[in-house]
Nanobody
């Protein structure tokens, strides 16, 4: 059974930093991209970042480029998201995701984590 378990969300002031972590288990993920999506209240779930491993380099949404950094340890099946210079508009539930072509969107996700809340106060 595949499981994705996230940790690291919380409340932070604008300009601050948070680090999210996700540990995947239940199968080999070496052929898949691992990444993060987020969903703010009243909005659709959107792509944030992905490490595509064998598919190519890391990929970021324009809104987080230069502020967020994704890193992956394929041996441990973990993917982290370092979030710096956080803004109130980054407030959302962040979801770990595994799939192929994650940049395309939610329909490319095979597995989801349960989500972790990130709140950025102004």
């Amino acid at each position: 059974q595949v499981q994705l378990v996230e940790s690291g969300g919380g409340l932070v002031q604008a300009g601050g930093s948070l680090r999210l972590s996700c540990t995947a288990s239940g199968r080999s993920f070496s052929a898949y991209g691992m990444g993060w999506f987020r969903q703010a209240p009243g909005k659709e779930r959107e792509f944030v970042a992905a490490d595509r491993w064998s598919e190519g380099p890391t990929d970021y949404a324009d809104s987080v480029k230069g502020r967020f950094t994704i890193s992956r340890d394929n041996a441990k099946n973990t993917v982290d998201l370092q979030m710096n210079s956080l803004k109130p508009e980054d407030t959302a539930v962040y979801y770990c995701a595994v799939g192929q072509g994650l940049r395309v969107g939610v329909r490319r996700v095979n597995y989801w984590g349960q989500g972790t809340q990130v709140t950025v106060s102004s």
